[in-house]
């Protein structure tokens, strides 16, 4: 492999990390895109240059950035991108792929956050507590920088606060739920660009118009939500932090759903992007899906199951 093509993915990598360094808003973007080209030269040029190409970032930033940036780097993106390439590389289903190499960010990266903050006397619940009382506040004096009646401001407020608490408790989710998108992200993109380079290859399976999520998985969906209804304490905080994946994971199963009708339908690009923009826009609309994905169980609206499946 040439020089000029090994320093092509890593400049790539700091231009998208450097970026979110410079403008945070785009962090969420960023963040996401930044194991494309560290998958995509895994896959094409092997392990071996895979794990030199993230030795060699990890080793940069640790010089630029310092030792807890660089360690950030290499929890949530750089293992994402190591992972997600050997499975990809085996050859495994796409589902199991991006569930594998999110669980495998996902969990380093609250490891890696306990340590870190365990020097600054606070708990990871306390610090994204703290993190989300900030925001909220910065919310309610732009309120009041527009008029907005007292009264109002102070439910707000109220509200704020008891918010706080529950997303504080469901930072494990969040984590997780990140790492799914991520990986999920990562893997559509790699297909793409894989499969118009280099033909189905290690890309052979199913659609994402054609998922289907494990059936034992709807098992997570009702006792998570019992434990967060009627349980209190830990166990709600835990029922809440699994309920959260559940719907997202079923959320893309809807989503799947979705696809595959207006594939069927043929229905043009342009209606797509409008009614994907009203999704994720409308929080009842993603309410809805999650609902979609999870009776298709029982009503298979693709009429893709066999009789043996559904037995």
Request: with cysteine; hydrophobic share 60%.
């Amino acid at each position: 492999m040439s020089s000029k093509n090994l320093l092509v993915p890593v400049v790539l990598v700091f231009v998208l990390f450097f970026g979110l360094m410079v403008f945070p808003p785009l962090g969420a973007l960023i963040g996401i895109l930044s194991p494309f080209p560290l998958i995509f030269i895994y896959l094409q040029r092997g392990r071996q240059v895979g794990i030199a190409l993230v030795a060699l970032v990890f080793a940069v930033l640790l010089v630029l950035v310092g030792t807890n940036q660089a360690l950030l780097f290499l929890a949530e993106y750089a293992l994402m991108a190591l992972m997600l390439g050997e499975l990809i590389r085996m050859q495994l289903p796409g589902d199991r792929c991006i569930a594998g190499s999110a669980l495998a960010s996902g969990f380093v990266s609250m490891v890696l956050l306990v340590a870190l903050l365990g020097d600054q006397d606070t708990s990871v619940k306390e610090f994204f507590e703290k993190q989300v009382r900030a925001h909220f506040s910065q919310s309610m004096e732009a309120f009041k920088s527009i008029g907005e009646d007292e009264a109002e401001v102070a439910k707000m407020k109220a509200f704020a606060e008891r918010a706080a608490e529950g997303f504080a408790a469901a930072y494990p989710a969040f984590l997780l739920i990140g790492s799914l998108i991520g990986a999920a992200v990562n893997y559509a993109l790699v297909r793409i660009a894989w499969m118009r380079l280099h033909g189905p290859g290690l890309f052979s399976g199913r659609a994402f118009s054609e998922w289907i999520c494990p059936e034992n998985l709807v098992w997570g969906f009702i006792l998570s939500g019992a434990a967060l209804f009627l349980g209190q304490g830990m166990v709600a905080d835990a029922g809440l932090n699994v309920f959260l994946v559940m719907l997202c994971i079923y959320f893309a199963q809807g989503l799947s759903i979705v696809v595959h009708f207006l594939k069927v339908r043929k229905v043009p690009t342009f209606f797509w992007f409008v009614l994907f923009i009203l999704i994720f826009v409308q929080p009842l609309l993603i309410g809805l899906l999650a609902g979609l994905g999870v009776f298709d169980i029982w009503v298979d609206f693709r009429k893709m199951r066999t009789a043996e499946d559904m037995s």
